[in-house]
T-cell receptor, first 113, second 115 residues
Framework: QQQVKQSPQSLIVQKGGIPIINCAYE??????FPWYQQFPGKGPALLIA?????SEKKEGRFTISFNKSAKQFSLHIMDSQPGDSATYFC????????????FGRGTSLIVHP | ETGVTQSPTHLIKTRGQQVTLRCSSQ?????VSWYQQALGQGPQFIFQ???????GRGNFPPRFSGLQFPNYSSELNVNALELDDSALYLC??????????????FGPGTRLTVL
């Protein structure tokens, strides 16, 4: 059972474009929604995260949009650069002391120069 | 770069063998989590240790076991290896304090191949 569904599986954009990656979740107990960036040969690194009490969060060129009623959230990368080429994972976790995220399957992003 | 290190980087084993993977947590962190990441998939939670005690476990069989040491370094042991165990194994360290866990910092992973 896939609790966090991520799409698309892969994405190719030109430099300066705005790739959008979407995630949907089923468990309404989730209350923390992070995005991770993973480069080849590296572990995932936290990029940006949001809680359901806000509908949008922006950090630099990265923006999360959150729709609680639809149980969906998305990552937008403004003015994308070739260095943004990586695999992006959305995740969701429940409240409590043990932060244990459930990850989506990932989106491979390629930004052409 | 995070302060989380893992060893070895790559490992090749044959079916039925046993393997031990190691993780050194970031300084000041008291919690370590292990994940299995199959090719083209997101990381899947195996288990978490807090102050040397198991603090949560995912849907993995008992042949996956772990240890956390007083210095908060950790081991993942897998017995009776199967072909499907071939994956990238990630550890992530974090600080659990006041009933709240901080961000997890991932190591680079160990690539395990089972032949």
């Amino acid at each position: 059972q896939q609790q966090v569904k991520q799409s698309p599986q892969s994405l190719i954009v030109q430099k300066g474009g705005i790739p959008i990656i979407n995630c949907a979740y089923e468990n309404t107990a989730f209350d923390y929604f992070p995005w991770y960036q993973q480069f080849p040969g590296k572990g995932p690194a936290l990029l940006i995260a949001i809680r359901p009490d806000v509908s949008e969060k922006k950090e630099g060129r990265f923006t999360i949009s959150f729709n609680k009623s639809a149980k969906q959230f998305s990552l937008h990368i403004m003015d994308s650069q070739p260095g943004d080429s990586a695999t992006y994972f959305c995740a969701a976790s429940k409240p409590g002391g043990s932060y244990i995220p459930t990850f989506g399957r990932g989106t491979s992003l390629i930004v052409h120069p | 770069e995070t302060g989380v290190t893992q060893s070895p980087t790559h490992l090749i084993k044959t079916r039925g063998q046993q393997v031990t993977l190691r993780c050194s947590s970031q300084s000041g962190h008291n919690t370590v989590s292990w994940y299995q990441q199959a090719l083209g998939q997101g990381p899947q939670f195996i288990f978490q240790y807090y102050r040397e005690e198991e603090n949560g476990r995912g849907n993995f069989p008992p042949r996956f076991s772990g240890l956390q040491f007083p210095n908060y370094s950790s081991e993942l042991n897998v017995n009776a290896l199967e072909l499907d165990d071939s994956a990238l194994y990630l550890c992530a360290s974090s600080l659990l304090a006041g009933g709240h866990t901080d961000t997890q910092y991932f190591g680079p992973g160990t690539r395990l191949t089972v032949l």
